[in-house]
Structure formats: structure tokens, C-alpha cells
């Protein structure tokens, strides 16, 4: 639920705004009137999305002895969603506004944006006559097979609601297949599908998102030990990407509101524009998924256990995030908008993306002071050809080089390198192969010799 003391949607105008003019986010299929629920991420939101799975992944899996990573087919055998309980038990309770005809998830009707009639009153629906709520089914089907047809059951298919069931269906071979032993984990980053009533909050809640997902199995007795270890870690990994704990809140779930096979659920959500929302779960889920899934598919799933000579099903810890959300909060978290003086005293509002340099779309700006000066554009596109094996950048020779700055901070490019007259020695020798560095954040400047650029920009991007 948004909590309304949080809110600040002209900041929210502005976000989606600048995304579009940009390029970081666009609505899919918007030159045909759009598609309802549903992204395409531009050049800039590319980069900002896969830096955020590269460096999850890094910190997940690589840097980590103890988890190993997978990569699920999106399609999925409609026994294993039966046996999870989703055919049949995923959905949500959906009511129709008679007056505008709208259809909105029963649970969230504060939070409803009408306003089609006069009776519809955004936000309100307190004069609207609301039918009674009825289950609506959110997975999406479909038909595999060249002959398939519609009255064939055995060609019905899903798109995957979630990207854990592939994990909880491969375990075994990945265990059998790896030298590993309790505790572990199966990481994934992978598309999911949700046929949501309502799709709502920008790219908060959509029907085509990304997760970042993590199945960590354990001996029983250490699942509710693990699950407070796993959500400090994920909490660091916030701060690591420029979300920082102070605009995090952790709901540990009540009873009677977690799903009925968890013993502990930490919702860990941040302070967006438009309230207060879920950016990560972190559950603990008993053994109930390997139970239900040894019992669909009649394959044992037990763990033996050498040491202690034990045969038993594994517990599951499951921190769970939205990719596309925490790309939208590390948006939110950076957009800043900074009033400026000159030496005349004109004043100036500067927009400017403060991304944490290791998630900039774009590491660095490389300019030439005047474009037609033919050994200052040669040395700019060498210092390009050296940096671009290790990290994204930018060449810009249009219009002042103050101009090409605020456009480099209105994407969050954190350094811009200018090569003048100095760097090619027409000043003298004392500052030649050298650049200007000018940081985004303090706009100030320093100089450094070309040859330690890369060891000093790897230093603090990584």
C-alpha cells in the first residue's frame, strides 16, 4: 500500500520525463498507442539495467563460494505450476466500477486513479457501485505445438509467473551435477509474467518485468537464522548501488499476511515518489516447494547428508527482487534538480542524475575543446579506444564544452574528460598529455596525465 505522507508526484512528472527525453525508459509499442503494462528500456536504460544485473550477479554468484547461478527456460510445463499451486490458486480478487467500467483489484482501492465520471473521483470510489470481487486468474497461457488447438490440454503452457519454480525444478540436477553441499544457493536473473488487473507506478507494477532471485537451501534448524543474515546482506547491496538504508523500511510480515508455508517474511521497501512500495522480499519458505514438487512429479528431491548420514528435504530462504523496481528506485534515488549562481549572479537550475559511479549508464565523457582542432579530436578518440574494453563512454564535440557537461550530468555520467590546448603542450610543456577531469557531483576539476586515466576510473567504478 502507498503511503500518501511519502508521495510527491511533480517529482514523479519529472522522472518519467526526463526518462523518455533521455532514453532510458519508453512505453512498449508507443508509436501504435502503446501496449498497457508493458517497457522497453532505451540506451540508457539498458546500460543502468544490465550494470544493476552484472553487479548483482557479481556479489550474488561470483564473489560468493556458496550460491550458484542458473538460467531458466521462460516457458514452463504447466504440472509444475499445478504442483506450486498457482494453476488453479494465483490470483487476485478484481471488482468493476459500473460507472466508468473500469476493472481494479479489490485490495487496492485507495489507491485507484478513475476519474472517468464524475461519480469516479480519483482516489476515492466513494460514490462508485463496485461489483462484487471475483478471483482473476494472472498467469498468461499458451498453446505449444505445431497442431496444437484450443480444446488440447497437453499443448497448454505457461508463461512463468516467477522465476523461482525453475529453480526449486532443477535443484536436484544442479546438486547432483556440482561438488556442493548444504548450505546453497541457485541464483537467477530472469524475465516473469503477470496478467496484473491494474498495472500502475510507471514501471513499479507491470505485466513483463525481470527478477533477480535467489534459492538458498538449508538444514532446517538454520532457515530462520539465515533468513536475518540474508536480509542484511541485501540491505548492503542498497547502499552499494546508491539506495541507502535511511529511505528503506523493512516490514518484518505478520502472521495471518504471510503466504501459509512461510515462518518468516521481510518486505524490504523504499520511499518512491508515489509512496512507500516493495523493493525485495526475503522469506523463509520452509520445505514446502521441494515437498509439493517430489510429490507432483513422484522424483525424490531429498538431500543426503554425509556426515550426519541424514536423508531429508532442504528448507528454502528466498530473497526475491524486482529488477525493474530497484532500477526505477536507483532513478528516483538519483534525480536531482541543483540551483546555480554564475559570477554574475544569474541563476540556473542544474538537473543532474547522481547515480553511484559503478551504475552510471555512462562512466565517462570525452570532449575536445574545439572540435576542429585535428590533434585534440585524435587524442580524444585514442583515450576512447583505450577505456571502451573496461567501461561504457561517450564522445561529444557539440557546441560549448559547459553545455556538453550538463548534458553528461543530466544522464549521471559521473566523469567528463576535456583534452585542450594544455594536453597537446601549444601552452607549453608543463601540462602536455595531460586532461581535465571535471567530477559531476562537485562540478570541480583536477588534471591528470592520459596514461593513469584508465587505472584511475577502474578504481572507482568498480
Known amino acids: ?14 522522472i518519467v520525463s526526463l526518462c523518455k527525453r533521455r532514453g532510458f525508459i519508453f512505453q512498449a509499442g508507443e508509436l501504435y498507442g502503446g501496449l498497457n503494462g508493458c517497457w522497453d528500456y532505451g540506451p540508457l536504460g539498458a546500460e543502468l539495467k544490465r550494470n544493476l544485473k552484472d553487479y548483482w550477479w557479481r556479489k550474488t554468484v561470483q564473489e560468493r563460494d556458496d550460491v550458484l547461478g542458473m538460467d531458466g527456460a521462460i516457458l514452463t510445463h504447466q504440472e509444475v505450476l499445478k504442483a506450486s499451486g498457482h494453476v488453479g490458486g494465483f490470483s487476485d480478487p478484481m471488482v468493476d466500477c459500473k460507472a466508468c467500467k473500469g476493472r481494479f483489484r479489490a485490495d487496492n482501492l485507495e489507491n485507484l486513479e478513475c476519474g472517468q465520471k464524475p461519480s469516479c473521483k480519483p482516489g476515492e470510489h466513494k460514490n462508485c457501485e463496485l461489483t462484487e470481487p471475483r478471483a482473476f486468474d494472472l498467469m498468461l497461457s499458451t498453446k505449444l505445438g505445431a497442431l496444437a488447438t484450443d480444446d488440447d490440454p497437453k499443448a497448454l503452457a ?33 524475465k516473469s509474467f503477470r496478467n496484473e488487473i491494474n498495472p500502475r507506478n510507471y514501471t513499479f507494477r507491470s505485466r513483463e518485468f525481470e527478477q533477480m532471485e535467489i534459492e538458498y537451501f538449508c538444514r532446517p534448524e538454520d532457515g530462520l537464522r539465515l533468513t536475518d543474515e540474508w536480509l542484511e546482506a541485501r540491505l548492503k547491496f542498497y547502499e552499494e548501488i546508491g539506495v541507502p538504508r535511511e529511505k528503506l523500511h523493512i516490514l518484518d510480515v505478520p502472521d495471518g499476511e504471510r503466504a501459509f508455508y512461510s515462518k518468516k517474511t521481510y518486505d524490504i521497501e523504499y520511499e518512491f515518489p508515489f509512496g512507500i512500495q516493495e523493493l525485495e522480499g526475503v522469506a523463509y519458505r520452509t520445505d514446502y516447494d521441494l515437498s509439493v514438487h517430489q510429490k507432483g512429479s513422484g522424483r525424490p528431491l531429498e538431500y543426503f547428508d554425509e556426515e550426519t548420514k541424514e536423508r531429508f528435504i532442504p528448507h528454502v530462504v528466498e530473497p526475491s527482487a524486482g529488477c525493474d523496481r530497484t532500477v526505477l528506485a536507483m532513478i528516483c534515488e538519483a534525480f536531482d534538480e541543483e540551483e546555480l549562481t554564475d559570477e554574475k549572479g544569474k541563476k540556473d537550475v542544474r538537473t543532474v542524475m547522481r547515480f553511484m559511479p559503478r551504475m552510471a549508464p555512462i562512466k565517462v565523457g ?25 567501461m561504457t563512454v561517450f564522445y561529444d564535440d557539440g557546441g560549448a564544452v559547459g553545455r556538453r557537461y550538463r548534458r553528461q550530468d543530466e544522464v549521471g555520467t559521473p566523469f567528463c574528460i576535456t583534452v585542450d590546448f594544455d594536453t597537446i603542450g601549444e601552452n607549453g610543456p608543463e601540462l602536455q598529455g595531460t586532461v581535465t577531469v571535471r567530477h559531476r557531483d562537485s562540478m570541480e576539476q583536477e588534471r591528470l596525465p592520459i596514461d593513469g586515466l584508465l587505472a584511475w576510473l577502474l578504481d572507482r567504478i568498480r
Not at 1 to 14: G, I, L, Y
Not at 161 to 186: C, H, W
Not at 375 to 387: A, H, W
Request: net charge positive; aromatic share 8%.
Open 158 to 190: 505457461y508463461l512463468r509467473p516467477e522465476t523461482a519454480q525453475s529453480i526449486f525444478v532443477q535443484y536436484k540436477n544442479i546438486l547432483d551435477s556440482n561438488r556442493i553441499k548444504l548450505p546453497f544457493g541457485i541464483a537467477q536473473v530472469g
Open 1 to 14: 500500500m502507498a503511503n500518501k505522507e511519502h508521495t510527491d508526484p511533480v517529482r514523479m512528472e519529472k
Open 366 to 390: 570525452i570532449f575536445p575543446l574545439l572540435k576542429k582542432n585535428e590533434e585534440q579530436v585524435r587524442l580524444c578518440r585514442e583515450i576512447q579506444k583505450t577505456l571502451q574494453p573496461w
